[in-house]
């Protein structure tokens, strides 16, 4: 039987104004404008990963976003990560811009949600939990992403998502979105039927053309199996402490050996490198899937 995928209708595509219930991770770095226009331009929703970035910065991208792309996005900020004078410019810019909607990640906090809610976007917020989903919904959220403990990159949750999922479901009355791990239809599938009304991917979309993320990273990820992550908190600089992050092994995390938790983020080494270039697959390719 031929199926009509031109478009997959749920609560959140109605909300968002997407074709597919497929959210793009806001991933600081990767989640450039490329990325974000490509996912958004394909029928899902892109978000820019805009974690204390220069309010100039996120000017720009939500322009490249928009000259590449006129479907629907929004911008990825943590208020719990962020110099409350930084997030208050971010979220300027954000309003000023009128971009469609923000996602919120990690501690719920009322006051950006209701400044985002006054001036008419739509708000998104990752928790980890079903306490942290409630206070989402309390503040005034439109969706929730329910994060598990599979995620990539810094991991709110704190149990597996199929466990998590159904448990907010059963509590929240606004659309709620499985994230962690999800990267194939069957995921999908298998979210929705779990009560979810999408999917937010992070490292499936970090490996495209249009990721941000270094080459290197790139070729990380496309030759990991599924047992080559390490979960710690040697990555906590910035953030508050005890925020656990889903890394694949490397040099930091092999050199720590078995000392992978607590690690106090102002006590931890500040050298490092930022560098990018291109490899990898198409965000269409993936859509697809
Ligand atoms: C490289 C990377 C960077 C991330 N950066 C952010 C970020 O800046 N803001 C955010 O809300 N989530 C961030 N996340 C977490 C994602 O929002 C999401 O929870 C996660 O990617 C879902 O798991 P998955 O990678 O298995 O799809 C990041 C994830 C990765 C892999």
Request: aromatic share 6%; with cysteine.
């Amino acid at each position: 039987m031929a199926i009509d995928m031109t478009s997959f209708a749920t609560p959140l595509t109605r909300l968002l104004g997407c074709r597919y219930p497929v959210i793009s991770a806001g991933m600081g770095g990767p989640a450039r404008a490329g990325l974000a226009a490509a996912v958004s331009h394909a029928g899902g929703f892109g978000l820019l990963g805009m974690v204390r970035e220069s309010p100039e910065l996120i000017s720009r991208e939500i322009a490249a976003v928009r000259a590449a792309t006129d479907q629907p996005f929004g911008v990825n900020l943590i208020p719990s990560a962020t110099d409350s004078s930084l997030l208050a410019a971010e979220l300027d810019v954000c309003l000023a811009a009128r971009v469609p909607a923000i996602c919120f990640f990690w501690d719920v906090v009322p006051d950006v949600v209701a400044r985002a809610k006054d001036a008419g976007v739509l708000v998104l917020y990752q928790v980890g939990s079903l306490e942290g989903a409630l206070a989402a919904e309390q503040a005034g959220a439109d969706v929730v992403i329910a994060q598990g403990i599979e995620a990539g990159g810094h991991v709110r949750g704190r149990t597996g998502i199929l466990t998590l999922l159904p448990e907010i479901v059963r509590h929240v009355r606004i659309p709620v979105v499985a994230s962690g791990g999800f990267a194939t239809g069957a995921g999908l599938v298998a979210a929705l039927a779990l009560g979810a009304a999408g999917i937010h991917c992070g490292t499936l979309f970090l490996a495209t053309h249009e990721s941000f993320a270094h080459d290197y990273h790139k070729q990380r990820i496309l030759a990991a199996q599924a047992g080559d992550t390490v979960y710690t908190d040697l990555f906590a600089i910035n953030w508050p402490p005890h925020s656990p992050v889903r890394v694949l092994a490397n040099s930091v995390t092999g050199k720590a050996g078995n000392n992978l938790f607590g690690h106090h983020p102002d006590r931890l080494p500040r050298d490092g490198f930022c560098c990018n270039k291109v490899v990898g697959y198409d965000v269409g390719d993936k859509m697809k899937d």
